[in-house]
T-cell receptor
Framework: DAGITQSPRHKVTETGTPVTLRCHQTENHRYMYWYRQDPGHGLRLIHYSYGVKDTDKGEVSDGYSVSRSKTEDFLLTLESATSSQTSVYFC?????????????FGPGTRLTVL | AQTVTQSQPEMSVQEAETVTLSCTYDTSENNYYLFWYKQPPSRQMILVIRQEAYKQQNATENRFSVNFQKAAKSFSLKISDSQLGDTAMYFCAFMKKLEYGNKLVFGAGTILRVKS
């Protein structure tokens, strides 16, 4: 199994509070991704990183920011959480940007915004 | 729009029987890969099988095989000799190139229940 951990695994927070989710990898992969999973939508890309300090937006990036100061860590921040951000969040990693390259997923974080 | 459609929200199958999950997709890419991921109740995303669009031969991995029809943009998953451990949500996806990386474009998923 790819060495990917996410923390926390579960979080309940209130509307308007900031939240940071952490993804940590031990594979030294260059590319890291944050997806959210919602019923009826599958998984959708929020942001991704293609190197230290290099990030770009995905299709559902509004309300989220990311940072990557080290190869192994990719942080996802909700500056002011809203109920629409209640979801399961997955981090993924890949070694290259080849379309054949598998993306390995972390265990997920269930976030509930009340 | 580049999309993936899984038309079966839920399916069930008896243990040891065969089941086929449907997937259609729409992409303007010339070279692409298609994937099936399994998500058991543990929530972990597990790659089941992948198919390169340029290969006409259907991919197989043990009890899992695909029926890839490129012209019809269809990519179904067949599970033979179903086992209780196959109970999971199954996602069909294709890889789309972005400016600096890639992303998986997922369907909404099919819940498969294997009954004893």
């Amino acid at each position: 199994d790819a060495g990917i951990t996410q923390s926390p695994r579960h979080k309940v927070t209130e509307t308007g509070t900031p939240v940071t989710l952490r993804c940590h990898q031990t594979e030294n992969h260059r590319y890291m991704y944050w997806y959210r999973q919602d019923p009826g939508h599958g998984l959708r890309l929020i942001h991704y990183s293609y190197g230290v300090k290099d990030t770009d937006k995905g299709e559902v990036s509004d309300g989220y920011s990311v940072s990557r100061s080290k190869t192994e860590d990719f942080l996802l921040t909700l500056e002011s959480a809203t109920s629409s951000q209640t979801s399961v969040y997955f981090c993924a990693i890949s070694e290259s940007r080849s379309v054949s390259d598998e993306q390995f997923f972390g265990p997920g974080t269930r976030l509930t915004v009340l | 729009a580049q999309t993936v459609t899984q038309s079966q929200p839920e399916m069930s199958v008896q243990e040891a029987e065969t089941v086929t999950l449907s997937c259609t997709y729409d992409t303007s890419e010339n070279n692409y890969y298609l994937f099936w991921y399994k998500q058991p109740p543990s929530r972990q995303m597990i790659l089941v099988i992948r198919q390169e669009a340029y290969k006409q031969q259907n991919a197989t991995e043990n009890r899992f095989s695909v029926n890839f029809q490129k012209a019809a943009k269809s990519f179904s998953l067949k599970i033979s000799d179903s086992q209780l451990g196959d109970t999971a949500m199954y996602f069909c996806a294709f890889m789309k190139k972005l400016e600096y990386g890639n992303k998986l474009v997922f369907g909404a998923g099919t819940i498969l229940r294997v009954k004893s």
